[in-house]
């Protein structure tokens, strides 16, 4: 595996808010202005983007391996057969 951790700025739509936590894992941002200033504020912080990207790396190995994934769709698919949860499938984090 990539011995590299890189901070991460995304825009926080669908997906990207499963993997990346506001200011632990990335920056998130909802338009190109916050954009902009989280890009400078990554730039400008050394400090910051190694943590950033270090507890992202972290996150990506432990909680989005195979073994995971398949442990959290096990997980949800029992409850829906016990009756657990609801009808939706877009709560369906695997």
Same mark, same amino acid.
């Given at each position: 595996?990539?011995?590299?951790?890189?901070?991460?700025?995304?825009?926080?739509?669908?997906?990207?808010?499963?993997?990346?936590?506001?200011?632990?894992?990335?920056?998130?941002?909802?338009?190109? &202005?916050?954009?902009?200033?989280?890009?400078?504020?990554?730039?400008?912080?050394?400090?910051?983007?190694?943590?950033?990207?270090?507890?992202?790396?972290?996150?990506?190995? &432990?909680?989005?391996?195979?073994?995971?994934?398949?442990?959290?769709?096990? &997980?949800?698919?029992?409850?829906?057969?016990?009756?657990?949860?609801?009808?939706?499938?877009?709560?369906?984090?695997?």
């Amino acid at each position: 595996m990539c011995d590299r951790a890189l901070p991460v700025v995304a825009q926080a739509e669908g997906g990207v808010r499963e993997t990346v936590i506001d200011g632990e894992t990335g920056l998130l941002v909802g338009n190109h &202005s916050e954009l902009h200033l989280a890009l400078e504020r990554i730039l400008n912080d050394e400090v910051l983007a190694r943590r950033i990207g270090a507890a992202a790396r972290r996150r990506a190995e &432990s909680t989005w391996t195979l073994s995971a994934a398949t442990d959290r769709l096990e &997980s949800r698919l029992v409850d829906l057969v016990e009756g657990k949860g609801g009808s939706e499938g877009a709560d369906l984090e695997l």
